[in-house]
């Protein structure tokens, strides 16, 4: 498994506090889609969950993966853009 690196971060926002998170590869996501998700289970976690994990295998572009965040932060309501 190999950290694929986004061409930029996903800024987020997450927990009680609203912690700001930049996340710049597909561990640093992977770990936050498991472990901190508001929506954990929706279509769209799981398919960012999903791709992340297969672009740390290289089946994919990291930044398919990054869509995909954006995409499960955007409906979560975490992202910051």
């Known amino acids: 498994m ?5 061409s930029r971060p996903v800024t987020v926002s997450v927990g009680v506090t609203g912690s ?3 996340l ?3 561990q640093q996501a ?3 889609l498991t472990t901190h998700w508001r929506d954990a ?3 769209k976690h799981q398919s960012a969950l999903r791709a992340c994990r297969r672009a740390t ?3 994919i572009a990291p930044d398919i ?3 995909a965040l954006v995409e499960a932060a955007r409906e979560a309501h975490i992202l910051i853009e």
């Not at 190999?2 to 986004?6: G, R, Y």
């Open 41 to 43: 289970g929706s279509p």
């Open 2 to 6: 190999q950290t694929a690196w986004f």
């Open 20 to 22: 700001i998170h930049h």
């Open 24 to 26: 710049s590869n597909t």
């Open 57 to 59: 295998t290289g089946d």
């Open 65 to 67: 993966a990054r869509a």
């Open 30 to 32: 992977i770990e936050l």
